[in-house]
């Protein structure tokens, strides 16, 4: 994992503010700082592996995201708002809901290109939970960049925000993770049928369970493929 | 012959728009201690009535989502809230919730205000599915909705409250199945009306 320069929220002197939007952030209680303090290390500039890199959201993206949600090629963009401009107002939202969403683009590392996005809705670091939802564009849909891309968040969540559980929410029929080579990833807690209206048919949300002991086993098995190479953390344990 | 849930419901409890009056009694529930166990999360913050007030108003504009103060049919008594969460309008979904007063949480009370809530839901909002979680700390709702409602999900040590971690339930209740009045039979035979 490396920290990049760039964070999505500056805390500084005066208020936080926004990279994406400009807004201000008005906070309320010290505690609130506190708080955003801890979700501004949530992808602080971004994440780094050798297929994708994740980033936050930025004002230049909302013409590919409106495309993606026009497009509307799976059931991840029911959730979330229909244009350009209520995107940028959810982004907006999310900063007044004291950051408890986060979204970052995904990167293709060869080509520097945006191809999909990475979600938290829920997060909470009190309980140690959050769920995460993945959106990768359909030709990267087969690959492994999904799969990447969900590994660099949760082995963030789990090391920096010491979560000890993280939900994936995925529709079915729609595998943008790719789980294919790690059948036993996941525990599948909860099924709701006819969850969402997607395309004139009622589709199921499953919501799958990765426990932080099971990561840290199967951690050793995917890291060389996702960082390529060993992470800070096992080269300090070897130490 | 059967007997309509939603009439008995109808008997035994209105709902109406929070005022403010109410605002000291939501206050005083807000503070009981035992609140984690029924809300399933032991991190509702400790707030001075002012902060309360303002935060309470807040949710109470969001028009989409409405609260409701649970009234005993006759004596007019309060007994509880109610309300939603989360209504999808687009795939007609929503989470229901019900807070009932400690000294009527025994009794037939709480299946009926969430009975009358659900029969808002789908009336009003014209919604296909209502979803309700209850966590296993919760000894007052989890017997009757394992009956009355679909199990759809069980989370894992989801939410933490006296040094340990507990399971939380998801369950769910499909227009259909409401209209066919199959749920309404079980959910008449979960407990005894106090009457």
Redesign the interface.
């Known amino acids: 994992m490396r920290v990049g320069a760039e964070a999505p929220w500056r805390i500084t002197s005066g208020e936080p503010r926004c990279v994406a939007t400009g807004k201000e952030f008005r906070l309320e209680s010290a505690s609130q700082l506190a708080y955003l303090r801890a979700v501004q290390m949530l992808a602080p500039g971004g994440l780094f592996g050798t297929l994708v890199a994740l980033r936050p959201v930025r004002p230049d993206d909302y013409r590919l995201l409106d495309q993606w949600i026009v497009e509307a090629s799976s059931p991840f963009w029911t959730s979330l708002p229909f244009t350009f401009y209520s995107y940028k107002q959810y982004v907006e939202s999310v900063a007044s809901k004291g950051l408890t969403q986060f979204a970052s683009i995904v990167l293709d590392r060869t080509s520097e290109a945006p191809i999909g996005l990475i979600r938290i809705s829920s997060l909470d670091t009190g309980q140690g939970h959050a769920t995460i939802e993945t959106f990768m564009a359909d030709e990267y849909r087969p690959k492994r960049h999904g799969f990447h891309a969900f590994c660099l968040l949760v082995d963030y969540l789990m090391e920096a925000l010491n979560l000890r559980k993280v939900y994936a929410a995925t529709h079915e029929g729609f595998d943008h993770l790719g789980l294919g080579e790690w059948p036993d990833f996941f525990q599948e807690e909860a099924r709701f049928p006819e969850h969402l209206l997607f395309r004139g048919t009622l589709v199921e949300l499953r919501l799958l369970a990765l426990y932080a002991e099971r990561w840290r086993e199967l951690r050793k098995l995917v890291w060389t493929e996702v960082q390529g190479g060993s992470s800070p953390r096992d080269a300090q344990s070897r130490a | 012959m059967t007997v309509s849930i939603a009439s008995t419901a109808r008997r035994l409890v209105t709902l109406r728009p929070v005022r403010q009056e109410d605002y000291g009694l939501i206050f005083a529930w807000q503070s009981q201690p035992d609140l984690a166990v029924l809300l399933q999360?032991p991190?509702i913050p400790v707030l001075h009535l002012e902060q309360f007030v303002s935060q309470l108003e807040y949710r109470l504009k969001d028009a989409l989502n409405p609260c409701f103060i649970v009234e005993r049919r006759g004596s007019g008594t309060v007994i509880g809230l109610a309300g939603t969460d989360s209504i999808n309008l687009?795939?007609?979904?929503a989470y229901a919730w019900v807070y009932l007063a400690p000294e009527y949480r025994k009794s037939y009370f709480g299946a009926a205000a969430l009975v009358r809530l659900i029969d808002f839901l789908f009336i009003r909002y014209n919604l296909?599915?209502v979803?309700t979680m209850t966590g296993e700390t919760n000894p007052y709702s989890l017997a009757p909705l394992k009956k009355a409602m679909r199990l759809?999900?069980?989370?894992?040590?989801?939410?933490?409250y006296a040094g340990r971690y507990w399971d939380l339930y998801?369950f769910?209740l499909?227009r259909d199945d409401w209209k066919r009045g199959q749920t309404q039979r079980r959910w008449l035979a979960t407990r005894s009306d106090p009457r």
């Not at chain 2, 687009?90 to 979904?93: C, K, L, Q």
């Not at chain 2, 759809?152 to 933490?160: A, D, M, N, S, T």
Request: aromatic content about 14%; hydrophobic content about 20%.
């Open positions: 999360t991190l687009v795939h007609g979904h296909r599915k979803y759809e999900g069980c989370l894992r040590q989801h939410y933490g998801c769910a499909y």
